[in-house]
C-alpha cells in the first residue's frame, strides 16, 4: 500500500519546491476557470487527466459522477456548485463519467444494494438515465448518465443564471480507463474524441 506520510515528504521536498511561485501566487488568490464534477473513483483523477495545476480545477467527486437535481434542504453538492459558479464565476463546467464505473454497473446489471440503503438511495439520481432506451448495457448507461446529470445540473438556479447570459458552458465526458482517452458526449449522438 502506497504510504501517505512517505507521499507527503516527497510532495514537500521534490514537488513543492518546484511550484513555490505558483503556490506563493495561490495563497491570495482562487480563480479557477473550471468546475470538474467527476466520479469518486480512485482511477479518474480529474487533474491528472487533463494536465492541470494546483488553481485550475474547483471539484466536486460523487459516486457515479451524479448531481442530484436541485432541491430544498442543505447538500453538500449543491453548495459547491454554487459557490463555484455564483462565486468563483467558473466559465466552463464539466460533468465527466468514466469506463467501468461501479455505480453504473450496480445498476445497469441491477446488483443487490439492499446491504447499502444509501447506496441505492443515492443512484436513484441516475434514474433519467437508466429510464432512456439501451441503457441496459453499462457502456450505454455511462454515456447517458452523464447527459441526465448535465440536466440535473441545469435545475441549480445559479447554473441556470450563467446558462441564460452565456457566462457558463456546460459539457459531459467519458475516460476510459483502459486508454486514456476522453470522448466528448454529444447528446445527440455525435461523440467526438478530446485531441489538440
Ligand atoms: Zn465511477
Request: aromatic content about 6%; some cysteine; overall charge negative.
Amino acid at each position: 500500500m502506497h504510504d501517505l506520510a512517505t507521499g507527503v515528504t516527497h510532495f514537500r521536498d521534490a514537488v513543492f519546491p518546484a511550484k513555490a511561485e505558483l503556490f506563493a501566487r495561490l495563497t491570495t488568490t482562487h480563480t479557477p476557470a473550471t468546475l470538474f464534477i467527476g466520479c469518486s473513483d480512485a482511477r479518474v483523477v480529474p487533474e491528472l487527466i487533463t494536465s492541470s495545476e494546483p488553481g485550475e480545477l474547483f471539484v466536486i467527486r460523487t459516486a457515479g459522477n451524479l448531481v442530484p437535481a436541485y432541491g430544498p434542504g442543505a447538500d453538500g453538492v449543491a453548495a459547491s456548485i454554487e459557490y463555484a459558479v455564483a462565486v468563483l464565476g467558473v466559465e466552463r463546467i464539466v460533468v465527466c463519467g468514466h469506463s467501468g464505473c461501479g455505480a453504473m454497473t450496480a445498476l445497469a446489471e441491477r446488483h443487490d444494494l439492499s446491504t447499502m440503503p444509501t447506496v441505492a438511495a443515492w443512484l436513484r439520481h441516475a434514474d433519467a438515465a437508466a429510464a432512456r432506451p439501451g441503457s441496459q448495457a453499462t457502456a450505454s448507461l455511462i454515456r447517458a448518465n452523464v447527459v441526465a446529470q448535465q440536466a440535473n445540473l441545469a435545475t441549480h438556479p445559479a447554473v441556470a443564471r450563467a446558462l441564460s447570459t452565456g457566462a457558463v458552458t456546460v459539457e459531459g465526458w467519458v475516460f476510459d480507463i483502459g486508454t486514456g482517452i476522453v470522448t466528448v458526449i454529444d447528446p445527440a449522438g455525435d461523440d467526438r474524441i478530446i485531441a489538440a
